[in-house]
């Protein structure tokens, strides 16, 4: 479902570029060209996922886990290799395609990037709008991922009048309403405290057991629970390790999920369109 092979990125060293920052796609590097300066932020990472997978990226701060997103998302071009969601050709594509694809993807950020002058309800129908869903259908959607989310009863309410942990959850709500195949976020428990991590965490895994392909990056390790997931570990842009950890090992990998740079993770594949939102 999801696949990069070889995949490098070098950001052009422009003047004022923000570490971390989301931001729009840039121009497509000419294909198999990689930038002529600076270090890369991730090396010839090659590794494909399965539809309904559970999956982690983690490593330390800069070691390129938002790269890898920002990139699977299309935001971001990659300098040299290959990078397929479901057969297409992300590499390959123009932006105004790419922009279509991210409709199937739901992204959640580590601030939430919410409107604070728009109600639950309207940031949550943002994607909808945008997509131009009926007014019929827009409220249905909200209402129904409001209620998965655990915010039914505050549609109307402003974001800043919502704790942390609850304005995540108005992000995650954003991020489904449209259904996506493929859950992206990028630290999305940074912000909160342990106990809130972990109630994001179990809705992340509501999903996942409706079908959606969930990809989680984080430095935080204790996150990873022992329920089933694989793990993607990036080091200095390099792909460290990866493979699947079985249910029940307190996290030890198995002996064949050893260093590998092209790993084949092995979640089992759930069919059928995603049903979570209605
Ligand atoms: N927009 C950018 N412009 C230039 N360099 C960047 C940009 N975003 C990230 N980097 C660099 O790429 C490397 C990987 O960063 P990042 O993907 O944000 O890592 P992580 O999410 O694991 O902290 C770092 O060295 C970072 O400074
Ligand atoms: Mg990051």
């Excluded at 003047?15 to 840039?26: E, F, L, N, R």
């Excluded at 990139?71 to 290959?82: D, I, K, Q």
């Excluded at 728009?118 to 709008?129: E, T």
């Excluded at 990028?186 to 969930?214: K, Q, W």
Aim: with cysteine; charged share 20%; hydrophobic share 40%.
């Amino acid at each position: 479902m999801i696949c990069f092979d070889n995949v490098s990125k070098i950001y052009s060293a422009s003047p004022g570029a923000v570490s971390g920052a989301i931001v729009s796609a840039k121009k497509p590097l000419r294909r198999g060209k990689v930038a002529s300066s600076g270090k890369p932020a991730l090396s010839n990472i090659s590794f494909s996922l399965q539809q309904g997978s559970f999956n982690f990226i983690t490593g330390h701060s800069g070691a390129g886990k938002s790269t890898l997103l920002r990139l699977l998302a299309g935001l971001e071009r990659p300098s040299s290799g290959e990078i397929y969601f479901e057969n297409n050709a992300l590499h390959l594509l123009k932006d105004s395609r790419l922009t279509g694809i991210r409709e199937n993807m739901g992204i959640v950020f580590q601030d939430n990037q919410l409107l604070y002058d728009r109600s639950v309800f309207d940031n949550v129908a943002l994607p909808l709008i945008i997509s131009r869903r009926r007014k019929r259908e827009i409220i249905d959607r909200v209402t129904a991922a409001l209620k998965r989310v655990g915010l039914a009863d505050r549609a109307d309410a402003m974001p800043e009048v919502l704790s942390g942990g609850e304005q995540q959850r108005v992000g995650i709500a954003r991020a489904v309403v449209n259904r996506p195949r493929v859950l992206l976020a990028d630290e999305p428990t940074g912000n909160l405290d342990p106990g809130m991590s972990h109630d994001i965490l179990r809705l992340f895994r509501h999903f996942n057991a409706a079908g959606v392909t969930v990809i989680i990056a984080t430095h935080d390790l204790t996150l990873l629970e022992t329920r089933h997931h694989n793990r993607l570990v990036l080091k200095n842009g390099q792909l460290h390790s990866g493979g699947p950890v079985p249910d029940q090992t307190n996290g030890q990998r198995p002996a064949n999920a050893a260093a590998s740079t092209t790993t084949q993770w092995v979640a089992e594949p759930v069919n059928g369109a995603p049903d979570y939102v209605d």
